[in-house]
């Protein structure tokens, strides 16, 4: 089966650090996902790993091991709209020309506090 | 930046009629998909399309659902007998064609409540 966790909420303070931690077992991996989404909009992307390893993209940071099924969201410097929820997403097998659909996790709601 | 678009924000169906959800995605993307979001529950997929034809569908996608690209630029999902069960947030995705790296753009979705 698939199957993706991430804790259900979260709380951090105004100019803190969080980490949102995302663990997966999935029949194949061909890429992991994390997106942003407001109440009521749509998921908006935010990073990409497939291989081991730290990718950084400003404030914003995404850490992938596969031999662990883990990864994590590092947010720094936190702003007020950064209150949203975050959707970890694995890219499971390559399907002919689909390269595969998301298969999502719950979403952990963040609540950043002044 | 170029946006998948999704007509209409909110749609109200009785039960029992079709429902047609209308997608524009973005212009030079090749893959498209659905997904669904039931109200406080995870994002959900139900269809993959490429090169004119189902990719991938999931156990969601059953013969009530069909999606179709009539043109060059739209793509719809329709739901042909609808149940209150089918009520949802309703996102239509594109990403362009190339490295396992392109993510999928969303639609800003539209919300189906069946009654």
């Known amino acids: 089966g698939q199957n993706i966790d991430q804790p259900t909420e979260m709380t951090a303070t105004e100019g803190a650090i969080v980490q949102i931690n995302c663990t997966y077992q999935?029949?194949?991996?061909?890429?992991l996902f994390w997106y942003q989404q407001h109440a009521g909009e749509a998921p908006t992307f935010l990073s990409y790993n497939v291989l081991d390893g730290l990718e950084e993209k400003g404030r914003f940071s995404s850490f992938l091991s596969r031999s662990k099924g883990y990864s994590y969201l590092l947010l720094k410097e936190l702003q007020m709209k950064d209150s949203a929820s975050y959707l970890c997403?694995?890219?499971?097998?390559?399907?002919?020309?689909?390269?595969?659909?998301?298969?999502f996790g719950k979403g952990t709601k963040l609540s950043v506090k002044p | 930046e170029p946006e998948v678009t999704q007509t209409p924000s909110h749609q109200v169906t009785q039960m029992g009629q079709e429902v047609i959800l209308r997608c524009v995605p973005i212009s030079n993307h090749l893959y498209f998909y659905w997904y669904r979001q039931i109200l406080g529950q995870k994002v959900e997929f139900l269809v993959s399309?490429?090169?004119?034809?189902?990719?991938?569908k999931s156990e969601i996608f059953d013969d009530q659902f069909s999606v179709e690209r009539p043109d060059g630029s739209n793509f719809t999902l329709k739901i042909r007998s609808t149940k209150l069960e089918d009520s949802a947030m309703y996102f239509c995705?594109?990403?362009?064609?190339?490295?396992?790296?392109?993510?999928?753009?969303f639609g800003d979705g539209t919300r189906l409540s069946i009654l």
């Open positions: 997403a694995v890219r499971a097998e390559n399907y002919g020309g689909s390269q595969g659909n998301l298969i």
């Open positions: 399309f490429y090169n004119n034809e189902i990719s991938e």
């Open positions: 999935t029949s194949g991996f061909n890429g």
């Open positions: 995705a594109s990403r362009p064609g190339g490295g396992g790296d392109q993510p999928q753009h």
